[in-house]
Nanobody, 126 residues
Framework: QVQLVESGGGLVQAGGSLRLSCAAS????????MGWFRQAPGEERDFVAA????????NYADSVKGRFTISRDNAKNTVYLQMNSLEPEDTAVYYC???????????????????WGQGTQVTVSS
């Protein structure tokens, strides 16, 4: 089992920045590929970004490419999502997720992930 706890969400004006953190406990964090997803009210949970367990591979949704950066610190058992140039359309609950494996690959779909955090709200005002 892996427990994931997100933090860092909040209210920010358009154009601003936030950094989300996801702290993992339980099994060896470095054995898991990680991802960030988001879900707006009435919408499906959508892929945002992913990182391989080796940190060598990252992957982004087109809507956030160039604005968001995913990274991980295996010594701290934490994955981050740096979000810059935020837009009102980025408003959602953001979830981190973990899946075993993926040394040289990332995962983009909800079904591929085994463990999920409880989510953190990000609200971007115009």
């Amino acid at each position: 089992q892996v427990q994931l706890v997100e933090s860092g969400g909040g209210l920010v004006q358009a154009g601003g920045s936030l950094r989300l953190s996801c702290a993992a406990s339980g099994r060896t964090f470095s054995s898991y590929a990680m991802g960030w997803f988001r879900q707006a009210p009435g919408e499906e949970r959508d892929f945002v970004a992913a990182i391989s367990l080796s940190s060598r591979i990252t992957n982004y949704a087109d809507s956030v490419k160039g604005r968001f950066t995913i990274s991980r610190d295996n010594a701290k058992n934490t994955v981050y999502l740096q979000m810059n140039s935020l837009e009102p359309e980025d408003t959602a609950v953001y979830y981190c997720a973990a899946v075993a494996g993926g040394f040289f690959r990332t995962y983009r779909t909800v079904k591929e992930y085994e463990y999920w955090g409880q989510g953190t709200q990000v609200t971007v005002s115009s």
